[in-house]
């Protein structure tokens, strides 16, 4: 499989598409999942292009993952979340649905189950007040 310049996240990454971004810096962005799992579920992207962890280089991923790294404690203190998940995915058969490389980080919360994936669209002011959530707590403790 090749890369499809067409996907969904390509085309967010070119701004054809509009997203709740929550944090970008030269090599990754990340935003809101518009069918979240969970209050506050990012995703977090390269900018390289990239299908999966079969496809992307060594160091490319190693950015990727202090990424997440540092952002996934962040969402969970803005959301007011117990704990989170990460969790990404290889190929179709693993449940990957878009073929640029992604990672969810997905805030949990004690009593309350996931949502189905990509069962439900958020309303767009849920959506927006989250990701100013997050945003604010990431300009607090990144600056």
């Known amino acids: 499989m090749s890369y499809d310049d067409n996907n969904i996240f390509a085309k967010i990454l070119r701004g054809e598409m509009p997203a709740h971004k929550v944090f970008e810096d030269n090599e990754t962005l990340a935003f809101l999942d518009i069918m979240p ?33 540092r952002l996934a404690p962040l969402v969970r203190k803005a959301m007011g979340a117990d704990g989170f998940v990460v969790q990404q995915f290889n190929e179709a058969a693993a449940g990957q649905m878009v073929f640029h490389i992604h990672f969810h980080i997905v805030p949990r919360y004690i009593g309350v189950p996931l949502k189905h994936a990509a069962s439900e669209m958020e309303q767009d002011d849920i959506l927006s007040a989250n990701a100013e959530l997050i945003r604010q707590e990431i300009g607090n403790q990144l600056g």
Do not use: F, Q
Request: charged residues 25%.
């Open 37 to 69: 799992r969970s209050k506050g579920h990012i995703l977090v992207i390269p900018k390289k292009p990239a299908i999966n962890m079969m496809d992307i280089d060594p160091d490319s991923l190693c950015v990727l993952i202090r990424c997440v790294h």
